[in-house]
C-alpha cells in the first residue's frame, strides 16, 4: 500500500465548488407597464397578451390582427433585450437576438406593443390607434388614392380600383424623420379646399392630415415636404402591386432638355427608397437564438423493473355465420 511503503497520507482533490446558480431568464416577451399604484401591466407573448393590475387579476386576450404573432416573433428573435422609458409607458423587452436595437427601433418596438395592447383591449378603435398621418389623392370616385402611416413603421396604401390593400415598413431613416415632425409639430390640415385648378376636369385633389403632437406650427416647406413623403409612399406601395420599380423623381426645373451634352453626364444616385425591402421583415435562421442550458441534463435512470402481468387467454372470434 502507499501509505505503509511511504508514510504519507495521499492528497485528495478539493471538492468541486458547487455551480453558482444565475438569475431566472425572462421568458420570451416584452412587457409594458404605467401608472402609479396599482399599476397597469401589459404582457405580450408570441401567442396572445395578458393584461391586468400588476398585483392581479391579469386577463389572457388573444391577438385581434393575425399578423402580430409573425410580427411579435420577428422583434424577439431578432433584437437584444433592452428598457425603454417613455412618458406613458415602461417598456421592458425580453428578446433572444443579437442585433442592438438603436433609439428608432426600440421606439418603433414600443408604439407596436402600444398599439398591439390596445388592440387586445378592444379600444382605440384598433389600427387608427397610432395613427402619424394619412394622404389622399382623387378627383372622382373611380380614382383616388391613400396612404396612411403609423407611428409602428407600417404604412398602408389603398385605391379605387384595387381588390386589396398593400403594407410596407418604413426604412429607419424615413421612420426617424416621422419621429422628429410627430414629436415637434403641432397637428394640421393641408389641400382639399376647392380651387380654380381642382376644378377643372380630371383635376385631381390632394389632402393631407397630419396628427402630430408636438407645439410648433408647420411651416410651409415643412407642410410641402411632408406631403411630397405621402405621395412617395404611395408610389413605392403602388409599385410593388404592379410588381414594378417606384417611378424616379422628375427631373430638377430647368434643366436643358433635347441639347447634346458636351461631356458625359454623371450617373444618377441611386433612387432613395422610403421602405425596406419586401420580406425585410423576416428573421433570417443565423439570427435565431436557441436558449441552451450551460450543462447536459443527467441521464434518464432506468426504469423500474415491474413484475409481468399474466397473460389472459382470450377466445378466438368466431366469424359470423
Not at 385648378?197 to 415636404?225: H, I, K, M, N, Q
Not at 428573421?283 to 399474466?310: F, N, W
Request: a neutral charge; one cysteine or more.
Amino acid at each position: 500500500m502507499i501509505l505503509g511503503a511511504c508514510g504519507k497520507v495521499p492528497k485528495e482533490n478539493p471538492p468541486a465548488a458547487p455551480a453558482r446558480k444565475g438569475p431566472a431568464e425572462a421568458p420570451l416577451g416584452m412587457e409594458l407597464q404605467r401608472g402609479q399604484e396599482p399599476r397597469e401591466r401589459v404582457w405580450i407573448g408570441t401567442r396572445s397578451v395578458i393584461i391586468g393590475p400588476v398585483a392581479g387579476p391579469l386577463a389572457r386576450k388573444f391577438f385581434v390582427d393575425p399578423r402580430r404573432p409573425d410580427m411579435a416573433w420577428y422583434f424577439l428573435r431578432t433584437y437584444a433585450p433592452f428598457e425603454r422609458k417613455s412618458p406613458e409607458w415602461d417598456l421592458s423587452f425580453h428578446g433572444q437576438g443579437k442585433a442592438r436595437a438603436g433609439t428608432t427601433e426600440q421606439r418603433m418596438i414600443l408604439e407596436w406593443a402600444r398599439q398591439t395592447s390596445s388592440e387586445a383591449a378592444g379600444g382605440h378603435g384598433g389600427m387608427a390607434y397610432g395613427l402619424a398621418l394619412t394622404w389622399h389623392q382623387g378627383g372622382s370616385s373611380l380614382d383616388c388614392q391613400d396612404v396612411a402611416v403609423y407611428l409602428t413603421g407600417e404604412a398602408v396604401a389603398t385605391a379605387c380600383v384595387w381588390d386589396g390593400e398593400v403594407r410596407g415598413w418604413l426604412e429607419p431613416g424615413a421612420l426617424s424623420r416621422l419621429y422628429a415632425w410627430f414629436d415637434h409639430l403641432a397637428p394640421f390640415q393641408a389641400g382639399g379646399g376647392q380651387t380654380q385648378e381642382s376644378l377643372r376636369p380630371g383635376a385631381l385633389e390632394t389632402r393631407l392630415v397630419f396628427a402630430g403632437r408636438g407645439l410648433r406650427p408647420a411651416t410651409a416647406p415643412e407642410e410641402t415636404e411632408i406631403q411630397s413623403f405621402g405621395a412617395t409612399l404611395f408610389a413605392e406601395l403602388a409599385g410593388r402591386r404592379n410588381g414594378a420599380a417606384p417611378p424616379p423623381p422628375p427631373a430638377a426645373p430647368g434643366a436643358p432638355q433635347g441639347k447634346p451634352a458636351l461631356a458625359p453626364a454623371p450617373a444618377p444616385p441611386p433612387p432613395s427608397h422610403l421602405l425596406l425591402p419586401p420580406g425585410a421583415l423576416n428573421p433570417r435562421p443565423e439570427e435565431v437564438v436557441l436558449a441552451l442550458p450551460e450543462k447536459p441534463p443527467a441521464p434518464p435512470q432506468p426504469p423500474t423493473q415491474r413484475p409481468a402481468a399474466p397473460a389472459t387467454q382470450t377466445e378466438p372470434t368466431q366469424p359470423p355465420g
